[in-house]
């Protein structure tokens, strides 16, 4: 089945305890992204990743890093959580070109005390 | 940037009843996209519809891009269509989906 998986599904944690959310797609997309969702704020960008070893900022990537060793991988790592980090994330992924169709994870929710 | 503005922000219906949820969008788009977030906060992929009209069951979607906007059609709500509806959207030389602000359905029994 063609898909998005994130693990952890929940966490809970405390500040400045680092977190790594794991991200895995096996549709061979090139492009991979986390969003954040909060209420009010909608769903915002965090990084991007056209391919393997190229990455980017999008909106929001304060307090947050990712890498791309792999195609169909893409953690997003908090070094040192903060209460302000407490959302909801999403991992998505598509084929390269923005025209196609993005397809999402089931999310994370993520706690940080 | 672009702005994506979603009508009605709230929604209520009895079971049975037909919908249509608007999105308006400020500039030309490469992309539209419709999601449902269920409660458990899933987003599920309804429509892949930059132009044109598809139906997918109980839904159908129409993306008019010259005159800028998309309706999503649910007919017939069931309970199990509450949630929240976006549209998301990708445009100019850009890579990121812009989403709207959503529609929050609630479908009564």
Redesign the interface.
């Given at each position: 089945e063609a898909q998005v998986t994130q693990n952890p599904r929940y966490l809970i944690t405390v500040t400045g305890k680092k977190l790594t959310v794991t991200c895995s797609q096996n549709m061979n997309h090139e492009?991979m992204?986390w969003y954040r969702q909060d209420p009010g704020l909608?769903?915002r960008?965090i990084y991007?990743s056209?391919n393997v070893e190229v990455t980017d900022k999008?909106?929001v990537p304060e307090g947050y890093k990712v890498s791309r060793k792999e195609k169909r991988n893409f953690p997003l790592i908090l070094e040192s959580p903060s209460p302000n980090q407490t959302s909801?994330y999403?991992c998505?992924s598509r084929r390269a070109g923005?025209?196609?169709?993005?397809?999402?994870g089931?999310?994370t929710?993520l706690t940080v005390l | 940037g672009i702005q994506v503005e979603q009508s009605p922000p709230d929604l209520i219906l009895q079971e049975g009843a037909n919908s249509t949820l608007r999105c308006n969008f400020s500039d030309s788009v490469n992309n539209l996209q419709w999601f449902h977030q269920n409660p458990w906060g899933q987003l599920i992929n309804l429509f892949y519809i930059p132009s044109g009209t598809k139906q997918n069951g109980r839904l159908s979607a129409t993306t008019v891009a010259t005159e800028r906007y998309s309706l999503l059609y649910i007919s017939s709500s069931q309970t199990t269509d509450s949630g929240v509806y976006f549209c998301a959207v990708v445009w100019g030389a850009g890579n990121m989906l812009t989403f709207g602000g959503g529609t929050r359905l609630m479908v009564k029994p």
């Open positions: 492009y992204s909608g769903l960008q991007y056209m999008g909106d909801l999403f998505a923005g025209y196609n169709e993005q397809f999402f089931p999310g929710r | -």
